[in-house]
């Protein structure tokens, strides 16, 4: 795909980007990209510095443009996320063995792990609490993470015949990719991240929680802290200041009046696109969803 779509002379800008093994995103994630990503990488400035991924999820931009010779600022404000992102680069092989073992366990009675696994919390590693994170996300209804107010994951246990748990080879791909790239890697605020450290130059690709398109489909709730209209306006604003500080900069959001209305000034730069959402608690709802690409460049 990725030769049909550049065009001659791009591939330049994308440095080492040939030398980098192919992955895709660890987890099923809300709003996850894989369907837009030709449209995205049509849109994607020919040149740029470095890249930021402040709303990561899986990260599945990321994924598409990693190599070995940019530099990286990936963040999301999800601890548990970012956690095994971490020991995913630091630690793949302990990793692995310990989904192994979940996988293995799973296997032999689905529902009874499940719920022995979801309500183990206390005393975990980090790489513990990684392939925690990663079976629940393979085993739970739609991939869905929502906490309850302690914190406590509560999504019940999803429909799947043979979920793959421990996807062994593109683990470890994903290892050497958040290696090489030598990303910063952190739980952060899209704000603290880019008001400190975007620069003239630098790609920046904002995918925050989407602002619902009708009353029933609010999903905006991946960590514990919602992502209000509110913030939604002072995000337009971020977008603004990054567009005076000259990045460039390419968001998604939901195609709504409220939204096209947040960013009125670049809707000669605003393409629309269709996707097919998972997440959403009435079936029929699950097709056909909108979605709107804005950037701030030509
Ligand atoms: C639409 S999802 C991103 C999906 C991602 N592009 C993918 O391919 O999977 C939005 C992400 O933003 C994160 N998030 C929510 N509020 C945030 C904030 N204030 N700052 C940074 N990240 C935030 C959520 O945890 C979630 O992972």
Known sequence: MRSQIMKSGEREN????????RCHPFVKWAGGKSQLMPQIIRLMPSKFG???????????????????????FLSDTNTDLINA???????????????????????????????????RTNSLNKIENAARFITLNKTCYNGLYRVNKNGSFNVPIGRYKNPLICDTDNLRKMSIVLRQ???????????????????????????????????????TSYTNNGFTFEDQKELAIIFKELTKRR????????????IRRLYSDFSHLTEAAIVNRSINSIGSKRIGHKELLIRNYT
Do not use: M, W
């Not at 460039?248 to 939901?254: A, F, H, T, Y």
């Open 181 to 219: 790239s030598g990303s910063y890697l952190g739980v952060s605020d899209y704000k603290k991240i880019l008001v400190e450290k975007a620069d003239k130059g630098d790609f920046i690709y904002l995918d925050p929680p989407f602002y619902p398109i009708s009353n029933t489909a609010n999903f």
């Open 247 to 258: 990045c460039k900069v390419l968001l998604s959001n939901s195609n709504t009046d409220e």
């Open 50 to 72: 470095r890249y930021f991924e402040p709303f990561l999820g899986g990260g599945a931009v990321f994924f598409y443009i990693a190599s070995s010779d940019r530099n990286t």
């Open 85 to 119: 992102y971490k020991v995913i680069r630091n630690h793949v092989e302990d990793l692995i063995t310990i989904l192994r073992y979940h996988q293995t366990e799973y296997n032999k009675s689905p529902i009874r792990y499940y719920y022995q696994l979801r309500d």
């Open 14 to 21: 994308y440095g080492l980007l040939y030398q980098t093994p």
